[in-house]
């Protein structure tokens, strides 16, 4: 027979163990934990960094500077890279779980760093391009934001829109180790940030250029989630909603 106690201190070990195991063994099966981390550090920077600030996100200094001004563009190709990093990230986080999943055990966070790379290479030339676009036609004009949103309404309604967007959904082959193993990581993620970046790359521009942006930047971020995990249905509701992003921004330049 099994010897039993009441002692309430082995209870509450035994508690505390299985709390533990429970917290390491669900580490574990999702080791795509700390990408959702580094979204939410980038938006902690990101609100961090614009209390109190009047311009937009990455180009508020850049609205004084130009092309040429090299630590201006390489703090807003920084601030960037926190954008990419807090609304994109939670629309890749199936395809960093298989990136994991399809390595093997032990280089699992390696393959998971090596698709972020590729991922985050994309977006980063697709932003230093933006920086430098926007540095050359200072200053920018009050009904830049309006016309960007309304370029974003109806790419909604394209059908380029609604391939780019089916195609965020592809995979392709990994191969478990090896150098081929690393190739096909970074080929992966660069392909999600081609897909990615061609299905969202106006409405982005959009909140970098509005007088509000973390509200834009949370919002696009919604629209964006919508999109990636509700493929099959209409854009209309995208499309409604950025039309009112460029409504908005119309008043704010009126006022």
Known sequence: MTATTNDPRAAEYRAAGGFASSISTTIARHPEWWTVGLCLVAW??????????????????LHRATALDGPVWTAGLGEWSLMVAAMMLPLVIAPVRRAARASLWRRRHRAIAEFLVGYGLIWTLFGGAALVILALYQPTPP????????????????PAKRRALSLCHRTIPLRPTGWRADFDCLRYGALQGRSCCS??????????????????MAGI????????????RRQYFEALALGAGALACAIAALA
């Open 44 to 61: 902690s920077a990101l609100i961090a960094s614009n209390m109190g600030s009047s311009g937009g996100v990455f180009c508020g200094s």
């Open 221 to 232: 971020a919604g629209l964006c989630a919508v999109q990636r995990y509700r493929p099959r």
């Open 143 to 158: 009904w830049a934001p309006v016309a960007v949103f309304a370029i974003a309404a109806l790419w909604e309604l394209s």
């Open 199 to 216: 299905s969202c790359w106006v409405m982005m521009l959009g909140s970098t250029l509005t007088p509000q942006p973390l509200l834009a």
